[in-house]
């Protein structure tokens, strides 16, 4: 028992795919302990807890938000219920790990950020990519000018996905569309690695169902320096990502899940980093814990104001394709 008071007590929310690649590296983790999963279905809230480890299973979103042993809440179901869930979590003093995007709208992303600020309580939006150590030697590698000046980056995330106009990806009303779902990621990347974005184009194609499943997207940063990314679930796969200066550059395949950066110049590999731990979202939820144990209310690693220019950029890009419902 008295290794448990020691430990972060973690409840999740939404026992679905993606829950269970999270719990697996959670359960793994020194210093988290998995207290409870909350599904309205509750067999399968029992299936997942007794699978992963989790002490409890509950029939409803309150009797976890109502568990003293529950410190830190990580939601995830499709985007335009995060606001709702995480904002009873926030009320109900839980810390909030929120799935990605935080909020489908930039309003109201600022309006949960406000909220988890005034109560003193910590909220993240779970953006794993940046906490990748691969993807933090790339960026400690231009910090210190190996590739000289920065000049332009390309990064994709495109798959073939569903058709079936009832999917949760083309159903509008569960913030479908490729921009949201997977386009979050290079523009993420992007802004991580050049700088704070000063302008944005996109264009797009449309599906039946009015979401958009292709965007094709140029940024300029105040760096100077460009992008171009694309976001599909209408193509092959296409998931690697560049970054470009003037004396040389760094290929991240894989990059939204990166395990190895590549410095090149010359046409010649220069460094490899590979990293040989493990586990995709480990990373993020020591950063997670580290601030938890700090007593903040957002992660340095990826902050409020990140939160909020990401779904500022993401809905400009909507709007731009003709995807945006206002």
């Known amino acids: 028992m008295e290794n448990d008071k020691k430990r972060i007590g973690w409840g999740l929310i939404g026992p679905g795919r993606f829950a269970q690649e999270f719990a697996q590296e959670l359960v793994a983790m020194e210093g988290a302990r998995p207290v409870a999963v909350a599904s309205r279905d509750l067999a399968k809230a029992q299936a997942f807890?007794?699978?992963?480890?989790?002490?409890?299973?509950?029939?409803?979103?309150?009797?976890?938000?109502?568990?003293?042993?529950?410190?830190?809440?990580?939601?995830?179901?499709?985007?335009?219920?995060?606001?709702?869930?995480?904002?009873?979590?926030?009320?109900?003093?839980?810390?909030?790990?929120?799935?990605?995007?935080?909020?489908?709208?930039?309003?109201?992303?600022?309006?949960?950020?406000?909220?988890?600020?005034?109560?003193?309580?910590?909220?993240?939006?779970?953006?794993?990519?940046?906490?990748?150590p691969a993807i933090r030697k790339a960026k400690s590698w231009i910090g210190e000018?190996?590739?000289?000046?920065?000049?332009?980056?390309?990064?994709?995330?495109?798959?073939?996905?569903?058709?079936?106009?009832?999917?949760?990806?083309?159903?509008?009303?569960?913030?479908?569309?490729?921009?949201?779902?997977?386009?979050?990621?290079?523009?993420?990347?992007?802004?991580?690695?050049?700088?704070?974005?000063?302008?944005?184009?996109?264009?797009?194609?449309?599906?039946?169902?009015?979401v958009e499943d292709s965007a094709a997207i140029l940024s300029r940063h105040v760096s100077g320096?460009?992008?171009?990314?694309?976001?599909?679930?209408r193509t092959e796969e296409a998931m690697s990502a560049s970054v470009f200066g003037t004396e040389g550059l760094i290929e991240i395949p894989l990059f939204h899940a990166a395990k190895k950066a590549i410095l090149k110049r010359g046409g010649e590999v220069i460094e490899t980093f590979e990293d040989s731990g493990g586990g995709m979202v480990a990373a993020e939820i020591e950063a997670v814990m580290d601030a938890l144990g700090e007593g903040l209310t957002e992660c340095p690693g990826h902050t409020h104001a990140d939160s909020i220019r990401l779904a500022e950029l993401m809905y400009e890009v909507r709007r731009q394709v003709g995807s945006l419902v206002t």
């Open 145 to 210: 000018g190996r590739i000289g000046d920065l000049r332009l980056a390309q990064a994709d995330f495109c798959f073939s996905g569903p058709t079936d106009p009832g999917d949760r990806l083309m159903n509008p009303e569960l913030g479908g569309g490729a921009v949201l779902d997977v386009g979050i990621y290079p523009l993420h990347l992007t802004r991580l690695l050049l700088g704070e974005v000063e302008s944005i184009a996109a264009r797009g194609t449309l599906a039946e169902t009015g």
């Open 49 to 132: 807890a007794s699978r992963f480890g989790f002490e409890k299973a509950c029939g409803s979103y309150e009797e976890l938000f109502a568990d003293e042993d529950v410190d830190i809440v990580y939601i995830v179901v499709p985007h335009v219920f995060h606001a709702g869930i995480a904002k009873a979590a926030i009320l109900a003093g839980k810390a909030v790990l929120c799935e990605k995007p935080l909020t489908p709208e930039p309003e109201t992303t600022r309006e949960l950020t406000r909220l988890a600020q005034e109560h003193g309580v910590f909220l993240m939006e779970a953006m794993k990519t940046g906490f990748l």
């Open 225 to 233: 320096a460009c992008a171009a990314m694309t976001c599909s679930f």
